[in-house]
């Protein structure tokens, strides 16, 4: 029995020997699968490299190394020397961005300085534009609200001995009968003055206009003895007359001088012609126009301003002008004007403090005096004549009753004093004549210079400074 239980233990014994085994290799058949999927990616790397190396046949994979080391190295020291650039640049910006700031605040201080110095010296201009304005009023002023000159034309030229020059404010005029007579002016422009000249002496009344002054400089004289060569004068730039040379005067004293102390000038310009006792707008194709007198002040009803910026407006309005004015030819001068022309000039001015001026420069070319029995004038002719003489003595009276300080002043009693009424007024004018002579013409000249020179001893008081409304 015993050895039937021996038997049996050995063999219970070896079965869990041999289920142990087996559980034991299942578990390793288990696994391989796995390691053959292991396997089969170590195949796949191995094909891989192999690929690799085929790239590099005699390069082995120390080679490569070395070579990428080598590259390594390469960008290294490249990018260390882009670093170095880098900061290079840095240091080199910090460097400029110091100086611009520097120069920024420099900059800045000089600005500051410039403007102080600006208004410092705008301050200085504007005390010294007040103490000439006073002066060259006070010059003005002292010459007489009303004053007279004479131009002589080409008197040596025609060789005319009825004339000569006593001094430069004297004239002597030797008549038919033998007997001469002595004629004082303020100042004598003989020939050969230059236009030049002729506005070089009147230049501060013009710059009493931009002082807010009204002012009226009138050519007076026989016909032919260069009224209008005065006042208009001719294309070339020496022979321009007074009204191209005063315009040019105004805007570049508005524009320079007087800009550069805070004023600030507006010009408009008008062209009046009359006519037989008519008044016409030459820049207006020549309009019929209507003057009314309304207490203190005249009104050209219609009348055409054209706004002047710069010089070459003015060519455009005496262009305008001249192809409208009504001239005929006479015994002593081919292109006579046979009516008065009136250039007005509106100022108005306003400086940064809020003063004002608004005033009218008047350049007035009159029609020139002829005695109709002397021309033996006829038809139209007479008829131009009878008005121009009219109008003239209108001018005349008006003159004289001021000067004899009547209480009625004609003006009504001629279309060019109710025109220029305002601007031959006293206590608001400053006029100037210039008388002209012509030495063919000695009776026609004689009556010029003894109505001229009765004119010097005038002075109707100081011109008032014309304020006006704000623009
Ligand atoms: N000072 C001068 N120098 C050169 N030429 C002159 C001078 N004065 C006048 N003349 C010339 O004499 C001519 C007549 O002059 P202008 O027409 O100016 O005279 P006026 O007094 O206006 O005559 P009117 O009253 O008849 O119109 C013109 O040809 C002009 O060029």
């Known amino acids: 029995?015993?050895?039937?239980?021996?038997?049996?233990?050995?063999?219970?014994?070896?079965?869990?020997?041999?289920?142990?085994?087996?559980?034991?290799?299942?578990?390793?058949?288990?696994?391989?699968?796995?390691?053959?999927?292991?396997?089969?990616?170590?195949?796949?790397?191995?094909?891989?490299?192999?690929?690799?190396?085929?790239?590099?046949?005699?390069?082995?994979?120390?080679?490569v190394s070395r070579v990428e080391d080598q590259k390594v190295k390469t960008l290294?020291?490249?990018?260390?020397?882009?670093?170095?650039?880098?900061?290079?640049?840095?240091?080199?910006?910090?460097?400029?961005?110091?100086?611009?700031?520097?120069?920024?605040?420099?900059?800045?201080?000089?600005?500051?300085?410039?403007?102080?110095?600006?208004n410092c010296f705008k301050t200085q201009m504007a005390e010294k534009d007040a103490i000439i304005r006073e002066l060259n009023d006070e010059v003005v002023d002292l010459r007489g609200q009303i004053r007279v000159a004479i131009r002589v034309r080409d008197f040596e030229r025609d060789g005319s001995s009825n004339f000569s020059i006593i001094s430069q404010n004297e004239v002597q005029l030797q008549q038919t009968t033998g007997q001469s007579n002595t004629y004082s002016f303020e100042h004598v422009f003989f020939p050969p003055t230059a236009q030049s000249g002729v506005f070089g002496e009147i230049k501060e009344l013009i710059m009493c206009a931009l002082h807010g002054?009204?002012?009226?400089?009138?050519?007076?004289?026989?016909?032919?003895?260069?009224?209008?060569?005065?006042?208009?004068?001719e294309d070339?730039?020496?022979?321009?007359?007074?009204?191209?040379?005063?315009?040019?005067?105004?805007?570049?004293?508005?524009?320079?001088?007087l800009a550069m102390i805070g004023w600030n000038y507006k010009f408009q310009a008008s062209f009046i012609e009359v006519y037989n006792e008519e008044v016409y707008d030459l820049l207006d194709g020549k309009q019929k126009l209507e003057v009314?007198?309304?207490?203190?002040?005249?009104?050209?009803?219609?009348?055409?301003?054209?706004?002047?910026?710069?010089?070459?407006?003015?060519?455009?309005?005496l262009n305008l002008a001249d192809s409208q004015r009504s001239v005929a030819s006479t015994a002593s001068n081919e292109h006579s004007s046979r009516s008065h022309?009136?250039?007005?000039?509106?100022?108005?001015?306003?400086?940064?403090?809020?003063?004002?001026?608004?005033c009218c420069l008047n350049l007035v070319?009159?029609?020139?005096?002829?005695?109709?029995?002397?021309?033996?004038?006829?038809?139209?002719?007479?008829?131009?004549?009878?008005?121009?003489?009219?109008?003239?003595?209108?001018?005349?009276?008006?003159?004289?009753?001021?000067?004899?300080?009547?209480?009625?002043?004609?003006?009504?009693?001629?279309?060019?004093?109710?025109?220029?009424?305002?601007?031959?007024?006293?206590?608001?004018?400053?006029?100037?004549?210039?008388?002209h002579a012509n030495p063919r013409d000695v009776a026609e000249t004689k009556r010029t210079l003894e109505f001229t020179s009765e004119l010097r001893s005038t002075n109707l008081g100081k011109a008032v400074v014309q304020t006006g409304q704000k623009l």
Do not use: W
């Open 76 to 118: 290294r020291n490249e990018l260390a020397d882009l670093k170095l650039k880098l900061r290079q640049l840095e240091d080199d910006n910090k460097e400029k961005d110091m100086e611009n700031d520097r120069l920024i605040q420099e900059n800045r201080t000089l600005k500051r300085e410039k403007l102080k110095l600006i």
């Open 213 to 233: 002054k009204n002012v009226c400089l009138i050519a007076y004289g026989p016909t032919g003895s260069g009224k209008t060569f005065t006042m208009r004068g």
């Open 292 to 317: 009314k007198i309304n207490g203190s002040k005249t009104n050209v009803v219609g009348l055409k301003k054209i706004e002047i910026g710069n010089i070459s407006d003015v060519d455009v309005i």
């Open 365 to 435: 070319d009159l029609a020139g005096s002829e005695r109709a029995k002397e021309t033996q004038a006829r038809g139209k002719q007479f008829t131009e004549l009878t008005n121009i003489n009219q109008s003239l003595s209108t001018l005349k009276k008006c003159i004289r009753a001021q000067m004899t300080k009547m209480s009625h002043v004609p003006y009504r009693d001629s279309k060019l004093t109710m025109v220029l009424r305002e601007y031959l007024g006293a206590g608001s004018s400053k006029t100037m004549f210039i008388a």
């Open 236 to 257: 070339s730039a020496d022979s321009e007359g007074v009204i191209p040379r005063a315009i040019r005067f105004m805007l570049e004293q508005s524009k320079r001088d």
């Open 1 to 63: 029995m015993d050895g039937v239980r021996i038997k049996n233990d050995f063999y219970n014994n070896h079965t869990n020997d041999l289920k142990h085994q087996i559980a034991q290799l299942e578990r390793k058949t288990a696994t391989i699968p796995k390691l053959e999927n292991q396997l089969h990616k170590a195949k796949n790397q191995n094909k891989v490299l192999r690929r690799e190396s085929a790239l590099f046949p005699s390069a082995s994979c120390a080679d």
């Open 341 to 358: 022309a009136i250039f007005q000039i509106f100022v108005d001015g306003q400086n940064a403090s809020g003063e004002m001026v608004q």
